[in-house]
């Protein structure tokens, strides 16, 4: 089963604009991280936010964490057509080591 | 360094054959994860491996197992093979097996079972 669903199921933007996806989920959790697939391919980590964080930075990448929502966003600045992928949220929770992705955003960044 | 690698990449069965994929880690990583990817379930956790034992299991079939060897390459079997077993596989390998250790995945092997 999914923990977690990521909003929107698809997104399409011109290359320089912002995009933001967001990611809800069900159980109190210990870490949230962020993955990028590209076209079936393997995953890439990107971002790890503990559940005692709101926020994080890495290059252009910003990622908050409301754990009173049960939610966390992925904001990336400036797309690349390079960012064209799915992207996936995936949490360990207390009690429940094993990660768990959600249902993943489409990207598409229009040249 | 090297990535994860996985083979076969690409594995066509028929219904009620068995198939073994395998993975090797990155170099000094011991856990292993294996995933199923499909359009309708998403990203399933299958199992992780940790110094030759299961630490996790997901709510798969018995049909579905693994075993991890001791240079940490791990194995991935599914028996009596379905339509639905028709996926995209991931393995994923991590220095240890805390859940906030990153894992690098590997390409994945894609299963079509007619």
């Known amino acids: 089963s999914q923990q977690g669903e990521e909003d929107p199921q698809a997104l399409s933007i011109q290359e320089g604009e912002n995009a933001t996806m967001n990611c809800s989920y069900k159980?109190?959790?210990?870490?949230l991280q962020w993955y990028r697939q590209n076209s079936g391919r393997g995953l890439v980590h990107l971002i790890l936010i503990r559940s005692n964080e709101r926020e994080k930075h890495s290059g252009r990448l910003r990622v908050t964490l409301d754990t009173s929502k049960k939610s966390s966003s992925l904001l990336i600045t400036a797309s690349r057509a390079a960012d064209t992928a799915s992207y996936f949220c995936?949490?360990?929770?207390?009690?429940?080591?094993?990660?768990?992705f959600g249902t993943g955003t489409r990207l598409t960044i229009i040249p | 360094k090297a990535g994860v690698t996985q083979t076969p990449r690409y594995l066509i069965k028929t219904r009620g054959q068995q198939v073994t994929l395998s993975c090797s880690p990155i170099s000094g990583h011991r856990s292993v994860s294996w995933y199923q990817q499909t359009p309708g379930q998403g990203l399933q956790f299958l199992f992780e491996y940790f110094s030759e034992t299961q630490r996790n299991k997901g709510n798969f079939p018995g049909r579905f197992s693994g075993r991890q060897f001791s240079n940490s390459r791990s194995e991935m079997n599914v028996s009596t093979l379905e339509l639905g077993d028709s996926a995209l596989y991931l393995c994923a390998s991590s220095l240890t097996a805390t859940p906030q250790e990153t894992q690098y995945f590997g390409p994945g092997t894609r299963l079509l079972v007619l």
């Open positions: 159980t109190s959790i210990n870490n």
């Open positions: 995936a949490t360990d929770a207390f009690g429940n080591e094993k990660l768990t």
